[in-house]
């Protein structure tokens, strides 16, 4: 800090720390800088999980325009690794609408997840089966989303995000 205010001195700049934005003020500002075209599509990355420190869910998503919103949020209830990473699904398509995305790619390094939203798996328990109404019905404002397995490793931003906040 001492050094930015004697570098900025000179210039007779002030620096001020950034403050806490509200997330409405966030999404305002999202929605008037970025307008994708019809045909774009924004890119969600997504992960959850859950140890014994807490869970969490960490969201990234990617406008058409390449501009990037991190989201980190935490999960006050436990939950297993899986119900986890289909809060990060609902996070994601929750944070798409907000910004009014309206064409949706989620990526995940669920294989379960995915391949349940996709129908390749069969969800057999309980609240997977919620998880996956909820996810159909929010889902359902968009114009056109899907959800494909990635690779850990290519899930990076995601997974970063989620080692720095549990």
Known sequence: MVKWTV??????IEYKP????KAQALTDFLIEIIQPGEEEAWRVF???????????VRVVL????????????????RVTNNEAENEAVLAGLQAAREVGASRVIIYSDSQLVAQQINGTYEAKDEN???????T??????LIDWCIEQIPREE????????AASL
């Open 62 to 77: 990617i406008a058409p325009s390449r501009e990037k919103v991190k989201l980190a949020l935490r999960i006050d209830y």
């Open 128 to 134: 997977m089966l919620r998880y996956l109404g909820l």
């Open 18 to 21: 950034r403050v806490a934005i």
């Open 46 to 56: 997504v992960d959850g999980a859950s140890n014994l420190s807490g869970c969490g």
């Open 155 to 162: 899930n990076v931003e995601a997974d970063t995000l989620m």
């Open 7 to 12: 570098e900025l001195g000179e210039y007779d």
């Open 136 to 141: 159909t019905a929010r889902a359902a404002s």
